[in-house]
């Protein structure tokens, strides 16, 4: 079946501006996840979001991320005033419901951002 | 602090040698432990997972790991290597009770040579 989706692959943005940035969970999963890969900091967590709970942000490293989640489905992480240091890949990733929490998470193909 | 460490960032090995990756863990409690592959643009992809039980877990492409829980480790392991394992590891850790979050380590780049 189709996995989890990204959309764009990549973006190139002038420092300043805002980006939105898109993830199709795989269909029926509930749980949904965003990281961020870069050089410097390795994969790091930013939000994650459970059916109809309150998301947790702890993660999002500044006031000019966010996220949210539509219809419990698709998923839109704003990155505001870009700065060059956000420029890395951007991975949403999407887990079954389960109170047990042993389910893996899978993986979307990443948005490559570009802060110029 | 939690945290996980892979403590090489590369390693080298011969096509039908074994391999290893290591990784350790600094997380309270009983966490459940992961280890994902990522091949060059593409995501991450599911290898095998430690939830509770056998030591010895097995998972895709016959790679197996270990959970030694008196070393907090959680070492990456193929009998055999083949040229196209060569990709980069993640070890994760998923706390209990902290929502679902991982903590990656910094990753491992495994080159196997013909």
């Known amino acids: 079946g189709a996995g989890v989706s990204q959309s764009p692959s990549n973006k190139v943005t002038e420092k300043g501006k805002d980006v939105e940035l898109r993830c199709d969970p795989i269909s029926g999963h509930t749980a949904l996840y965003w990281y961020r890969q870069s050089l410097g900091q390795g994969l790091e967590f930013l939000i994650y979001f459970q059916g109809n709970s309150a998301p947790d942000k702890s993660g999002l490293p500044s006031d000019r991320f966010s996220a949210e989640r539509t219809g419990g489905s698709v998923s839109t992480l704003t990155i505001q005033r870009t700065q060059q240091e956000d420029s890395a890949v951007y991975l949403c990733?999407?887990?079954?419901?389960?109170?047990?929490?042993?389910?893996?998470?899978?993986f979307g193909p990443g948005t490559r951002l570009t802060v110029t | 602090a939690q945290s996980v460490a892979q403590p090489e960032d590369q390693v080298n090995v011969a096509e039908g040698n074994p391999l290893t990756v290591k990784c350790t863990y600094s997380v309270s409690g009983n966490p459940y432990l992961f280890w994902y592959v990522q091949y060059p643009n593409r995501g991450l992809q599911f290898l095998l997972k430690?939830?509770?039980?056998?030591?010895l877990v097995k998972g895709s492409y016959g790679f197996e790991a270990e959970f030694n829980k008196s070393q907090t480790s959680f070492h990456l392991k193929k009998p055999s290597a083949l040229v196209s394992d060569s990709a980069l590891y993640f070890c994760?850790?998923?706390?209990?009770?902290?929502?679902?979050?991982?903590?990656f380590g910094q990753g491992t780049e495994l080159s196997v040579k013909p």
């Open positions: 990733a999407s887990s079954p419901a389960g109170t047990s929490g042993s389910y893996e998470q899978y």
């Open positions: 430690y939830i509770t039980g056998d030591n």
């Open positions: 994760a850790v998923r706390p209990i009770n902290q929502g679902g979050k991982l903590i």
